[in-house]
């Protein structure tokens, strides 16, 4: 008769120490790609540039009621920016500036990298024409 194969399904021995270092693992890389990304941003410059609103999204994001039995429902809102030479970039907004913004609506957009900073809007501004 061989080994006794039990070993390998010893959920405390085997399965839960491997779940530990899994989830350890998604949440170190998890941490590791918000803290990288906004070293980046914090490398690059600050610009602003001419740009054009040609979209506008939002996302509704529900989270599982908690122990007081509330769900929580939270309103995500983007705003896609054209450039002069044709490039988009999308930028998550607060519902306040989502609000106020309207596709097509021109002006000068200020960023850091993926890191929105603001979009000032002149209405006779023209670098582009309407497509």
């Given at each position: 008769m061989g080994?006794?194969?039990s070993w390998m399904f010893d959920?405390?021995?085997?399965?839960?120490p491997i779940f530990v270092v899994v989830m350890v693992g998604i949440i170190a890389l998890s941490a590791g790609r918000g803290l990288f990304g906004w070293f980046r941003n914090n490398r690059l410059p600050v610009l602003t540039v001419p740009a054009r609103i040609v979209a506008k999204r939002s996302e509704i994001r529900q989270k599982p009621p908690d122990d007081g039995n509330i769900a929580r429902t939270?309103?995500?809102y983007y705003l896609t920016f054209?450039?002069?030479d044709g490039d988009?970039?999308?930028f998550n907004v607060n519902g306040s500036e989502y609000g106020v913004s309207a596709?097509?609506?021109r002006g000068r957009l200020t960023f850091q990298?993926?890191?929105y900073h603001g979009f000032k809007r002149e209405p006779h501004y023209s670098?582009?024409?309407e497509r």
């Open positions: 080994p006794d194969p959920f405390s021995g085997t399965v839960l939270t309103m995500i054209e450039f002069e988009r970039v999308e596709e097509r609506d990298g993926t890191r670098f582009m024409e």
